[in-house]
């Protein structure tokens, strides 16, 4: 078969003649890929720079798809760590940590989704208590995942969503997605009185947005959810003390290792049926896994997905 092989953190990868896989235990099953998505966390995991690496090479990249098992189903998988990914012709997969989609579902549509939307989905179901008629901020609003994150806080029930980024362009056009209000960081203080906020950039728009946003809230004490799942502006955030002193704020993480497994895999089907119905919009750009070195480097706003 083909895959996609990366010999080294700093190496591109290589599309390249591969050995068939074979299951090692009897959990496993070997599965004919049929999309799997260019994900900020894939490159981060092949590189190194992503926590949950294991820094092991040679490896065939690619943390989820869409996949073809034996008996004709297809399906979501998420794969664990393991040296053969989703960016090859075959893989394996452990079927508990999958879940079989609607027939007539479009394989790219969910490869490119589920792993963006997942991160803002999870957040507010696992992570904390939101209910409907809360208000929440999204700070990254304007990439893939940060949009998603707009249109699922919506989707939950959220009385008042407003969109942070630094692209006014791109901003606009989430109103169209379910944004009441869109601002740019030196406007923070507008977003002051939210419930909870989203968070993909971390670094110092994160430490930056803190005290101006606490320090106009019109009660101190009524609680903020601060949930961190991404750190595209920074992997550390000099945040103030007083931001900790002076409001009830609680600053949790989302991701891998502080929401169990399970808890992913609970919410699978329900995200894959919102997905499937339509309910979030999806930008997603088909690219043949033999060009993956190309699509490795690519800038663009659409989720790149690879198709053998």
């Known amino acids: 078969m083909h895959a996609a092989v990366i010999q080294a953190a700093d190496a591109p990868p290589v599309y390249r003649d591969h050995p068939d896989p074979a299951p090692r235990h009897g959990d496993e099953m070997v599965v004919e890929v049929l999309a799997a998505g260019l994900h900020p966390l894939t ?142 960081f030196d406007q923070i203080g507008r977003a002051a009185d939210v419930d909870v906020v989203i968070d993909y950039l971390w670094g110092e728009p994160a430490a930056g947005a803190m005290i101006p946003m606490l320090t106009a809230r019109a009660d101190r004490t009524t609680p903020l959810a601060w949930i961190q799942i991404g750190s595209v502006a920074g992997q550390t955030a000099p945040i103030p003390s007083a931001a900790l002193r002076s409001a009830r704020l609680r600053i949790v993480g989302s991701g891998i290792g502080s929401v169990p497994a399970r808890d992913f895999l609970a919410e699978l089907p329900e995200l894959a049926a919102a997905l499937t119905a339509g309910a979030i919009d999806v930008r997603a750009r088909a690219v043949p896994l033999a060009q993956v070195a190309q699509a490795w480097i690519a800038e663009t706003d659409d989720r790149i997905v690879l198709v053998p």
């Open 43 to 184: 490159r981060a995991k092949a590189n190194g720079s992503h926590y949950s690496g294991d820094g092991v090479y040679p490896l065939v990249p690619g943390v989820d798809g869409v996949v073809r098992d034996e008996e004709g189903n297809v399906r979501y998988a998420a794969l664990d760590d393991t040296p053969l990914g989703t960016f090859a012709d075959r893989t394996l997969i452990d079927p508990r940590r999958s879940v079989i989609l609607p027939r007539g579902i479009d394989p790219v549509r969910i490869a490119a989704a589920m792993n963006p939307a997942m991160s803002s989905w999870v957040a507010l179901r696992r992570r904390v208590d939101f209910h409907a008629g809360q208000r929440v901020l999204v700070l990254g609003a304007t990439g893939n995942a940060g949009r998603m994150a707009v249109q699922i806080a919506k989707l939950f029930g959220a009385a008042q969503v407003i969109a942070a980024g630094r692209d006014t362009t791109r901003l606009k056009a989430l109103t169209a997605l379910g944004a009441d209000e869109t601002i740019t």
